[in-house]
């Protein structure tokens, strides 16, 4: 069992920037995907941003150019810098660990961010 632990969230202001920090108790993490996922009240858990094992990244649309994700590897550790924080990003962050053919899913158990206007 592979447990995550993330850090980092916090109140910020609108065009703030926060950063978020995930940290997985096993090493095999690095075969891994890794990526953040965040869910608003009343909303759908959705997918912020991954990063592979081969660090191949993919972000949400709504993130693009704000947001950028960062593995190392050899730390087990996946950061979520986030810029230009808009009141729509606020929502509970969850750190994730996925692995298709080993039958892993893990997840953190969250960390707010709230962006006041």
């Known amino acids: 069992q592979v447990q995550l632990v993330e850090s980092g969230g916090g109140l910020v202001q609108a065009g703030g920037s926060l950063r978020l920090s995930c940290v997985a108790s096993d090493h095999s993490a690095s075969i891994a995907t890794m990526g953040w996922y965040r869910q608003a009240p009343g909303k759908q858990r959705e997918l912020v941003a991954s990063?592979?094992?081969?660090?191949?990244?993919n972000y949400a649309d709504s993130v693009k150019g704000r947001f950028t994700i960062s593995r190392e590897y050899a730390k087990d550790t996946v950061d979520l810098q986030m810029t230009t924080l808009k009141p729509e990003d606020t929502a509970v962050y969850y750190c994730?660990?996925?692995?298709?053919?080993?039958?892993?899913?893990?997840w953190g158990q969250g960390t707010q961010v709230t962006v006041s206007s």
């Open positions: 990063a592979t094992s081969g660090n191949a990244k």
């Open positions: 994730n660990l996925r692995h298709v053919g080993m039958n892993w899913n893990y």
